[in-house]
């Protein structure tokens, strides 16, 4: 029997936290198509919040004021702009101001090519907030370590996950080279295409490390990696929002700033995320993960376009 | 329609204890006084950031917290001092918050709007500043602990569009919760006439509500909402006229307000031969204020 996937993983910790912890999940459409992608199970402790998303987070953080450390369901991205006024103005700053918590676990979730307003990764707007945690986990590892670390703070948790690696069974290992021609770093479902990206150029002779992201804030790197980053000549970082004030560059600016050294960044382009194919501007997949390597290693840094 | 007497209870006064009349007094009087002191210490620049000075609106927190107790998770306006003070916070935490001293009772960091305070049985939940944002919280709030709250809101506020989703998921979930419009006609500067045709407590009776609309009279305030909360087990909602007598930041007024529902519960009083009581009642607050806006302390305690 193989590993449980991230999915399995989601939905048992939600039904440890409602049957046994007297938790909440709180969303819209939370119990109907799909129950969130398999992620919700059926029990008690799930409420629908079918209004607008101001009032809906309003109501989930009321329930957080209270100690229920509710999970909040946001079934796409982009909805955080609707939801955002009541995490980002009252739960995530009502500890600093009153020394008044409310823990909310916002699963906020990304997808992929259907259209302008679901597509997005935002997850970089709560990174610029005080008052967050956010992290990104793909595994079932990293999801346990992300709802502990929840459970042993008070702080609001934005967990960014993307539909792409519910199925994901595996645990991701960082690949560390000592002098390589390029260190990828990598956010989110980007990484399982990162990781692809350097199995590929490890067949080419391209040395190359990688390494997995997942705490975004607060950022930290082991000093173990630091050395790793140190010694390559190149470093990108890779993420699955718009590159343009994204999170890959804030990342690149913190590992820039400990090795003090240039690094490159790959995220979506500054173009609205369109629905139909040849314009949907997905995050980057391996090919372009290659493709901004093989243009880096040859000096060329300047075009988006590679 | 914006009169004094407005849906008021003629008997009410009558009816209530001098007691409990008294202690209504006492709430008004000392809010009253607090702010008059806020006044004077913006003016001398003692106090520097911005206020939302309670002024006039004093009954509403005065009557309710009088006829509830302090019992319940309570979530406040923007323009909360009065409230903060009815419910028994302490005087030196508002005003060492306004100062934005360390003492304060957010450590100077919340300042006026956003007043909190959770002690000796008082939880009372601020505001962020973003209007109306506190009615999805308390009923979130009260879902999650199904404990009685109170929810305070200005008519601005009330014409969010979050609020109706809100008060429809209380109604669905039937929760305990008393949702007070303290309504001053202005939203800023702009009356209610220029911004909407409809009346809120007729939107409230269509969700099923038992729905107040009514002038700031304490005594009726008092009345109703002891006779509501016997006969519901969902929420209430009041919209309870009143004036704001100075700006809606600052100290400084446009002389707009209707009527001083203050000086009308002293006249009242003062009718019912209470005089001798309010004099006592005066000066015992007057004393606590004198040390409370004491100058030289003022000065010492922002020289640290």
Redesign the interface.
């Known amino acids: 029997m193989g590993q449980k996937n991230l999915a399995t993983t989601i939905k048992e910790i939600t039904r440890n936290h409602l049957e046994n912890c007297n938790g909440l999940l709180l969303g819209q459409s939370i119990s109907a198509v799909g129950w969130v992608n398999n992620t919700v199970p059926d029990c008690k402790g799930i409420v629908e919040l079918p209004m607008t998303d101001v009032a809906g987070a309003g109501i989930a953080v009321g329930t957080a004021i209270v100690g229920r450390r509710p999970i909040f369901v946001i079934r796409f991205q982009d909805f955080l702009i609707l939801n955002g006024s009541q995490l980002i103005f009252y739960a995530a700053k009502v500890k600093e101001l009153h020394n008044q918590p409310a823990p909310i676990f916002i699963r906020a979730i990304g997808t992929e090519g259907i259209g302008p307003c679901h597509s997005g990764n935002l997850h970089n707007i709560f990174m610029h907030f005080p008052g967050f945690n956010v992290f990104a986990p793909i595994t079932s590892k990293e999801y346990e370590q992300t709802w502990d670390a929840f459970m042993n703070d008070n702080k609001p948790m934005m967990c960014s996950e993307h539909r792409d690696t519910f199925t994901n069974c595996e645990e991701i290992e960082d690949i560390l080279v000592e002098d390589a021609e390029i260190t990828v770093c990598a956010i989110s479902v980007t990484r399982l295409e990162a990781q692809q990206a350097v199995k590929t150029l490890h067949g080419e002779n391209v040395k190359c490390s990688f390494v997995n992201i997942f705490k975004l804030k607060p950022f930290s790197l082991k000093e173990e990696i630091v050395d790793i980053i140190k010694s390559s000549k190149h470093i990108l970082v890779v993420d699955t929002g718009h590159e343009i004030s994204g999170a890959a560059q804030a990342i690149a600016y913190e590992i820039g700033k400990k090795i003090n050294k240039f690094v490159h960044i790959l995220g979506v382009e500054d173009k609205t995320k369109c629905i139909c194919e040849p314009y949907q501007n997905r995050y980057p997949d391996s090919e372009k993960i290659i493709t901004k390597i093989n243009n880096i290693i040859k000096g060329d840094y300047t075009c988006q376009k590679e | 329609m914006r009169l004094s007497n407005f849906g008021v209870l003629e008997e009410a006064i009558n009816n209530i204890d001098n007691t409990i009349k008294l202690n209504i007094y006492k709430k008004m009087y000392r809010s009253r006084k607090f702010e008059e002191g806020v006044i004077e210490s913006v003016e001398c620049k003692q106090i520097k950031s911005a206020v939302y000075l309670s002024i006039g609106q004093e009954s509403i927190a005065a009557a309710i917290i009088e006829a509830l107790g302090n019992k319940h ?1 309570v979530f406040t306006q923007h323009r909360c001092h009065s409230t903060f003070l009815s419910l028994g916070g302490n005087i030196l935490k508002i005003r060492d918050e306004l100062l934005g001293l360390p003492t304060g009772s ?2 100077g ?2 300042g006026s709007n ?1 007043l ?1 305070i ?1 002690e000796n049985g008082i939880n009372m ?2 505001h ?3 209007i109306g ?1 506190n ?11 199904n ?1 009685p709250t109170l929810c305070f809101l200005g008519d601005g506020a009330i014409e969010e ?3 109706y ?2 008060i ?2 209380a109604v669905t979930h039937k929760l305990p919760i008393i949702i007070i419009c303290e309504d001053n006609d202005l939203s800023i500067l702009t009356k209610t006439e220029d911004r909407r045709s409809w009346d809120v407590s007729e939107v409230m009776k269509s969700f099923g509500i038992p729905s107040v609309n009514m002038a700031d009279d304490p005594w009726s305030i008092y009345e109703k909402i002891s006779g509501l909360f016997a006969n519901t087990d969902g929420p209430i909602f009041l919209n309870i006229k009143t004036c704001r007598i100075k700006w809606h930041a600052g100290i400084g007024a446009d002389k707009m307000h209707e009527w001083d529902r203050f000086s009308i519960v002293k006249e009242e009083l003062l009718s019912l031969g209470l005089g001798s009581q309010l004099t006592v009642i005066e000066e015992e607050v007057n004393k606590e204020m004198d040390i409370v806006w004491d100058k030289k302390t003022l000065q010492q305690l922002l020289k640290k």
């Open positions: 998770y957010s450590n960091k919340g956003c909190q959770h939940f601020g962020h500043g973003f944002e009615l999805p919280q308390a009923v979130g709030a009260c879902f999650g602990s404990k569009d979050y609020i989703p809100s429809g998921f």
